[in-house]
């Protein structure tokens, strides 16, 4: 699987901003967003599956933070609304192309074997 993301940028605190993460190749089953600051560790983001259930995040983004995906395009996209400075960071798609089931927690990065370069979303205060 490939994984090109893009939509990221400088941006001014309060804005918004789509991401998105184009996949090519072989069938996955689930696409997680996550970031890494600069000296901080990777974080989970949000996750979607192909097969069923709700789009996941962690309570830090809850509210702000939605993922989507679009079958047709193999395309999924982050919204990201009123950006904060501590959002800052390079933020990467990956891919699942493992079937799990649907209790397993989609916040892992391990299960995860592809992975993009990363988008720069940079925030300004």
């Known amino acids: 699987v490939q994984l090109v993301e893009s939509g990221g940028g400088l941006v001014q605190a309060g804005d918004s901003l789509k991401l998105a993460c184009a996949a090519s190749?072989?069938?996955?089953?689930?696409v997680a967003w996550f970031r890494q600051a600069p000296g901080q560790e990777r974080e989970f983001v949000a996750a979607?599956?192909?097969?069923?259930?709700?789009?996941t995040y962690p309570q830090s983004v809850k509210g702000r933070f939605t993922i989507s995906g679009d079958n047709r395009k193999n395309t999924v996209y982050l919204q990201i609304n009123n950006l904060k400075p501590e959002d800052t960071a390079l933020y990467y798609c990956?891919?699942?192309?493992?079937?799990?089931?649907?209790?397993?927690?989609?916040?892992?990065?391990?299960?995860?074997?592809?992975w993009g370069q990363g988008t720069q979303v940079t925030v300004s205060s």
């Open positions: 990956a891919a699942d192309v493992t079937r799990r089931p649907l209790t397993v927690d989609t916040s892992l990065s391990g299960n995860y074997l592809y």
């Open positions: 979607i599956r192909w097969n069923g259930g709700r789009p």
């Open positions: 190749g072989q069938t996955s089953y689930a």
